[in-house]
């Protein structure tokens, strides 16, 4: 598939069965090749509903077994029945959605000095966009073409040229930092922001898993079964193996907290794949249904069920 990605098959968009008879392998085999690149940056597709499609089926899916037809005797001849599994493949549509195109070709395309250093700059921006300011730890995580060390140079000619400032704006992180030169005004406005908002430890923005020393409480692991709770910059709650072990930074008396075990209940009552239930086992080490939590969130309809607290 690799060598594929970077040939001129991908000249225009492919969708799942052109790729399938071009390899000659089975559906399931497709499906693994395919999203082994997709997560590599070598293909992608022209939507998001491809990744989507995959969460909900599940990113490789089995090879569906195609029984010979059967004939079945009509009053005017013999008529070929389509066999159901036949059917049903049409009916779901591909294993793997969307219609995808290469990367790798782009990679490899022959850019002039002047053309990758803009591509690097538009990267940079990207990234400043997502993070407020450019340090080695934050960017540690990012695919190769979003590396620090490839970032780098670009990221010195931009400051150079005064599109970027460098500075320590943060304790605690042990790298070179950059930031806009509007980065005063911009933390005073981040600073005046209290609300609450909650995201996945394995979300490209989550702060999980970087190096960064000082912090009151220590980050989780950059796990998709984690997820950080945060109060404007302040960091008030951590959920860990997918509800069942709760870290709560704040007060159980604390003005905030109804709304934050409303974000807790997400999972639960989002209407896209919601869990069956989330059950709490443990707040701050101690026994959910036993913390002095447990009356807030019975409040907020979770029931106590043999020593955890349980939401339906």
Request: proline share 6%; net charge neutral; with cysteine.
């Given at each position: 598939?690799?060598?594929?990605a970077?040939s ?5 968009p492919r969708d799942?069965?052109?790729i399938?008879?071009?390899?000659g392998?089975?559906?399931?085999s497709?499906?693994?090749?395919l ?10 597709s ?8 995959g969460?909900?089926r ?6 569906i ?16 029945r389509i ?6 493949r ?7 959605a969307?219609t995808?195109?290469?990367l790798?070709a ?7 000095p002047l ?8 990267r940079?921006?990207?990234?400043l966009?997502r993070w ?6 934050l960017?540690e ?11 780098l ?10 599109e970027?400032?460098a ?5 605690g ?5 950059f930031?806009s030169?509007?980065i ?6 981040a600073?005046?922001?209290?609300g ?6 394995a979300?490209?923005?989550?702060p999980?898993?970087?190096e960064?020393e ?18 404007g ?19 159980a ?7 934050l075990?409303?974000?807790f ?7 896209f ?14 026994g ?15 029931v106590?069920?043999?020593?955890k607290?349980v939401?339906?």
């Amino acid at each position: 598939m690799a060598q594929l990605a970077a040939s001129n098959f991908f000249n225009r968009p492919r969708d799942f069965w052109e790729i399938k008879n071009e390899l000659g392998i089975d559906s399931r085999s497709c499906a693994e090749a395919l999203w082994r690149e997709v997560w590599q940056g070598a293909l992608t597709s022209d939507s998001f509903e491809p990744v989507r499609k995959g969460v909900e089926r599940g990113f490789t899916p089995k090879e569906i077994e195609i029984p010979q037809p059967v004939e079945i005797i009509r009053p005017f001849g013999r008529q070929r029945r389509i066999p159901g599994a036949l059917k049903n493949r049409w009916r779901d549509g591909a294993p793997v959605a969307g219609t995808w195109f290469s990367l790798a070709a782009e990679e490899q395309a022959a850019f002039s000095p002047l053309e990758e250093d803009a591509v690097n700059r538009d990267r940079v921006r990207l990234l400043l966009d997502r993070w407020g300011i450019l340090c080695r730890p934050l960017l540690e995580h990012e695919i190769s073409p979003f590396s620090w060390s490839k970032l780098l140079p670009a990221i010195r000619r931009m400051e150079l040229s005064g599109e970027l400032t460098a500075g320590r704006f943060f304790a605690g992180v042990n790298s070179l930092q950059f930031a806009s030169p509007s980065i005063a005004a911009e933390l005073e406005q981040a600073e005046s922001f209290g609300g609450l908002y909650w995201m996945n430890a394995a979300d490209p923005a989550s702060p999980a898993g970087t190096e960064i020393e000082g912090l009151e409480y220590a980050l989780c692991a950059r796990s998709a079964n984690n997820r950080l709770y945060f109060r404007g910059a302040g960091l008030v709650a951590i959920s860990a193996k997918n509800g069942r072990e709760m870290q709560i930074f704040i007060k159980a008396d604390d003005p905030d907290m109804a709304r934050l075990i409303c974000l807790f209940k997400i999972p639960r009552t989002r209407s896209f794949m919601p869990d069956k239930k989330i059950a709490v086992e443990k707040i701050n080490g101690q026994g959910a249904a036993q913390s002095g939590y447990a009356p807030c969130f019975r409040e907020q309809g979770f029931v106590n069920d043999r020593g955890k607290l349980v939401f339906w």
